[in-house]
């Protein structure tokens, strides 16, 4: 991996991250960060959204599931992310597709903000394209699929263990790929949404 220190400011800061797989660049990263102050703010309410209590995982009811159960067990039961789904049933035929979810880590993580980021980055990408799926009937077993073009913002810092609840949209779809966007939302009284964007 190389890292380019694009820019280093007193506020605002960039850095260029490529990775590098048998000598060809396989990932680009660019990223800005920014130091917290204070001034002006507003955010819009929280959305009404079930709770996460007695739902199910989204793994059994995300619209192209087609795998084996058990396949689906062993992914839900190992992966470092829980997702709960918020709508089984999905929108109604025709509708903008979309699904509302909730997400949270299993397990405790440390009090630093940059590990929740982390990981809130890495689950982001959970279920953006199976949104797009929706109106074609495509399963993810016989459609292959990457995610590209990815990118996070993080409004406030986001703490995961609580949970946060997911939107996703996909209004539009083309070839080579969907347009998909999320917003995420704390489970807290004080909410703190990254919103995220896959062209």
């Known amino acids: 991996m190389s890292c380019i220190a694009s820019a280093t400011g007193r506020t605002f800061t960039t850095r260029d991250v490529v990775a590098y797989q048998s000598g060809e660049a396989i990932f680009n990263l660019s990223c800005s960060f920014v130091k917290p102050e204070e001034g002006i703010s507003h955010q819009e309410a929280a959305p009404v959204v079930p709770g996460p209590e007695g739902m199910p995982p989204w793994e059994f009811v995300r619209p192209d599931q087609r795998e084996q159960r058990e396949m689906i067990r062993r992914w839900e039961r190992e992966s470092p992310v829980e997702i709960r789904a918020a709508d089984p049933d999905g929108p109604p035929p025709g509708d ?19 590990v929740h980021a982390a990981m809130l980055a890495y689950a982001s990408d959970r279920g953006l394209i199976a949104t797009a799926r ?9 459609w292959g699929s990457a995610s590209l073009d990815h990118a996070i913002w993080f409004h ?11 939107r996703a949209r996909a209004p539009s779809r083309t070839p080579p ?13 004080r909410a703190s949404p990254p919103s995220r964007r896959r062209d």
């Not at 397990?107 to 903000?113: S, V």
């Not at 406030?156 to 997911?166: A, I």
């Not at 969907?178 to 995420?184: K, Q, T």
Request: glycine share 10%.
């Open 134 to 142: 929706m109106p074609h009937g495509i399963g993810r077993a016989n």
């Open 96 to 114: 903008t597709p979309r699904r509302r979810v909730w997400m949270r880590v299993r397990g405790e993580l440390p009090d630093e903000p940059e």
């Open 156 to 166: 406030r810092p986001p703490r995961l263990t609580t949970g946060c609840s997911t």
């Open 177 to 189: 790929g969907p347009s998909s966007s999320a917003r995420c939302t704390r489970r807290t009284a």
